[in-house]
């Protein structure tokens, strides 16, 4: 469709997207005077339009604030049309990628009001089954809305699914749905634990190199405990994350309404009242410039995200406060931005590793270190004498002193990986950390299972899992392949 192209009551403005079922088209009612979202659909089979009338049907009847609202559904010139209400704003996926990790009150609230939306769809017996952030809007009036019933379930009904077809979204798939059994509204829910899993630490939970390789994953593996990666996840938001995320949906979240009064206790009620406020602001300020990551990104890698917040935080606020003016950098500078870290060593020599920056060897036991920004900073320390190495992500408190008590692995622990990477400029993490090699191109790990992924702009990324065992050398060779 063209714009300004009338279909009937609605006068086209332009293409704003386009999915692998539907055009994505927004338009202009004159007789309401609204915006509104057209979904056309594109190459229809039996199943497709089965599909695409039954969003319709389904949606029709929902009176939800945060479920988006359908007010047509068309049938012209051939094709099959679906007329939605138009969100002005952003899908949640933009501001993951953007703001990820987020404040654990924004990622609880933004949960909070999709469980009120589950809430009232899963009274109507409907489960959703493709709960993903590109399904998420945020308005730029704080509106949290939930979209995209197309391969929603009515369990009144008989399931309709595309032959051979397991429907929904790898990464956000529940173990049940992965594996092709029965669905129930706890399968609506871990897709939440998912989403509050990447908000609060900018990645999924599980990860891999195939979908199959994920959907095993969602099925027998673990994940990595969301507070190692970002520490200042509450404890009473870990516990709902834990148990949004139990691979037995009996041992889930019951119903929407069990979530929401747990997820209410992680939230100020002073917070809360003041949501739709704190969400516009977000979406206001959000930076679509910052640097993003792709789906395929590594569990280990965002440990290296994060602890990266502290520095580039640092480089991308001056570069925007010198460009404003000169009271922005002061402000980013002043003290009550900055903290300590305080490292206890158990030898007197010890080098120093932050941020993937060199600092001054410290000569004692004891050494206080900064100023940091506050927020989450990586340390690695290393004991030439015994050429082992420790490593930790610790979070900085503004005007706070942080302690960090340096265990170093004894060497009958630990594995020898001797690694050769072409091209030799690219970027090696092990666990999540950028790991150096020394000048023998050799690392000392410890004995277990250990995450490696090597990556460099230009190339696809290569990520391998293998156990290391003590006192073994390992050889290993990696070639990066361009995109």
């Avoid at 939230?267 to 949501?275: H, I, L």
Wanted: one cysteine or more.
């Amino acid at each position: 469709m063209q714009n300004d192209e009338k279909l009937g009551s609605y006068k086209i403005s332009g293409k704003i997207g386009e999915g692998g079922m539907a055009e994505i088209y927004k338009a202009y009612q004159p007789a309401l005077k609204r915006h509104v979202v057209i979904k056309k659909l594109k190459d229809p089979n039996r199943e497709i339009i089965a599909r695409f009338k039954k969003e319709a049907l389904l949606s029709a009847s929902f009176s939800q604030e945060n479920v988006v609202a359908i007010y047509d559904f068309l049938y012209m010139n051939r094709a099959y049309y679906l007329v939605m209400e138009y969100v002005d704003g952003e899908d949640l996926r933009a501001l993951i990628d953007c703001s990820a990790p987020m404040s654990t009150s924004l990622a609880a609230m933004i949960i909070l009001e999709l469980a009120h939306g589950l809430e009232y769809t899963h009274n109507q017996s409907i489960i959703h089954r493709d709960i993903k952030p590109s399904n998420v809007l945020i308005s730029k009036e704080g509106n949290v809305k939930l979209i995209d019933f197309g391969v929603a379930k009515d369990d009144t009904n008989v399931r309709l699914t595309m032959t051979g077809l397991i429907v929904g979204t790898p990464s956000y798939m529940s173990p049940e749905q992965a594996h092709g059994d029965p669905l129930g509204p706890q399968s609506d829910l871990y897709a939440l634990g998912i989403l509050l899993y990447e908000m609060l630490t900018g990645i999924k939970p599980f990860y891999g190199q195939n979908n199959t390789e994920i959907l095993a994953k969602v099925v027998r593996s673990k994940y990595t405990p969301p507070h190692r990666i970002n520490p200042e996840i509450s404890l009473r938001l870990r516990r709902v994350i834990k148990k949004l995320l139990k691979k037995d949906m009996r041992s889930r979240y019951k119903n929407a309404a069990a979530l929401i009064h747990d997820l209410e206790k992680c939230v100020s009620w002073q917070t809360r009242s003041r949501k739709k406020e704190l969400f516009a602001r977000v979406l206001d300020n959000m930076d679509k410039t910052a640097i993003t990551h792709s789906d395929d990104t590594l569990k280990a890698a965002i440990l290296e995200n994060t602890s990266s917040w502290g520095w580039n935080a640092l480089r991308y606020s001056l570069v925007a406060a010198l460009l404003i003016s000169g009271w922005a950098i002061f402000k980013q500078f002043s003290k009550k931005e900055l903290g300590y870290i305080k490292v206890e060593n158990p030898v007197k020599k010890m080098e120093l590793v932050i941020d993937n920056k060199k600092v001054k060897p410290v000569l004692s036991r004891s050494a206080l270190l900064g100023p940091f920004l506050k927020g989450g900073h990586y340390l690695q320390a290393s004991d030439p004498a015994s050429n082992s190495t420790f490593v930790a992500k610790t979070t900085v408190n503004a005007n706070d002193t942080t302690l960090i008590k340096v265990e170093l692995p004894k060497n009958h622990t630990l594995a020898l990986l001797n690694i050769s990477i072409e091209p030799t400029i690219a970027e090696l993490l092990i666990d999540g950390f950028v790991a150096s090699p020394d000048e023998n191109n050799t690392i000392q790990l410890k004995a277990g299972w250990h995450e490696i992924e090597i990556r460099k702009t230009g190339y696809e990324p290569i990520k391998d899992k293998r156990f290391f065992r003590a006192a073994e050398t390992y050889i290993m060779e990696y070639k990066l392949t361009k995109k």
